[in-house]
């Protein structure tokens, strides 16, 4: 017998277990929990607890039957190639962090995400065409309006999130030099319960390497030689984060469907501390 839950009917683990134990005390079968997705935080949680899941094409888990987990990729393959192009999804993470309801025109975006306003009217097109946002024409200006709020325009907008990160160069230098946002998992381990890796890790925009490098004596080397890690984004990670780390959205985008288990996870406890 299968138990399905529909998007907008999310339930939390304990809620599934608890609903799953009467059925299967009242039928002569195997009750089975069915979902169309699961968060790696949510599926360790329901493996714990022993309630059998199935996500079609991506994960099955049924202890009874000796069957265990088995996870696939094709789901997020198809997400990045329909993805959020990284000025909208900058957009997109700047309303849901700053909850600036005044700040919904392209030149005014433009200034606080270091993007031309060309840039951000395209990123505009973007946000619609994904159907969590429409725009206005107030005079001649036009305004962008999401179609939801909080959590749940992240939830809307969760599928078409990729990561920020184009590139990992392991560096030697002083990174002193130069203002950098802690990134990676050294800041997944500062803002969760994750541990703190053994070298840390810095983001800059893509645009900026090769300046910074030149100007700061950074030099490319390798893993057992570096000091430290530099990632390379596709928008600036000093415009999305008012702290030392780089904010929490775009790590959850890059950290996600990491292959290790803790790492997910933290990138789920990610979104539980953000206040919506």
């Not at 199935?54 to 987990?69: A, S």
Request: glycine fraction near 6%; charged fraction near 25%; include cysteine.
């Amino acid at each position: 017998m299968r138990l399905s839950c529909g998007l907008k009917q999310r339930r939390q683990p304990s809620d599934i277990a608890k609903h799953i134990g009467p059925v299967r005390n009242s039928v002569d079968a195997i009750v089975v929990f069915a979902t169309p997705s699961l968060s790696a935080h949510n599926r360790s949680r329901l493996i714990g607890q022993g309630v059998p899941f199935v996500v079609p094409g991506n994960q099955l888990y049924i202890p009874d039957l000796t069957m265990d987990l088995r996870e696939h990729f094709r789901a997020l393959k198809q997400r990045r190639a329909g993805g959020l192009s990284p000025a909208a999804q900058a957009v997109l993470f700047n309303h849901l962090l700053r909850h600036d309801e005044n700040t919904t025109i392209p030149s005014l975006i433009a200034a606080r995400l270091r993007y031309s306003a060309m840039s951000i009217g395209r990123a505009f097109d973007d946000l619609v065409a994904s159907g969590v946002a429409h725009t206005e024409k107030h005079g001649k200006e036009r305004h962008i309006q999401f179609k939801a709020e909080g959590r749940q325009l992240f939830e809307a907008a969760r599928d078409l999130l990729r990561s920020p990160v184009r590139s990992v160069k392991f560096v030697r230098g002083d990174h002193f030099r130069v203002p950098l946002k802690q990134a990676g998992e050294s800041a997944l381990a500062e803002l969760t319960d994750l541990a703190r890796p053994s070298i840390r890790t810095f983001a800059i925009a893509a645009s900026g390497w090769k300046a910074i490098a030149q100007t700061s004596g950074l030099a490319k080397t390798s893993r057992d030689q570096a000091d430290f890690i530099i990632e390379t984004w596709s928008y600036d990670p000093a415009a999305l984060s008012d702290t030392n780390t780089v904010d929490p959205l775009s790590l959850y985008a890059q950290f996600r469907d990491h292959r290790d288990e803790r790492v997910a996870m933290a990138a789920e406890q990610l979104l539980e501390n953000i206040p919506w």
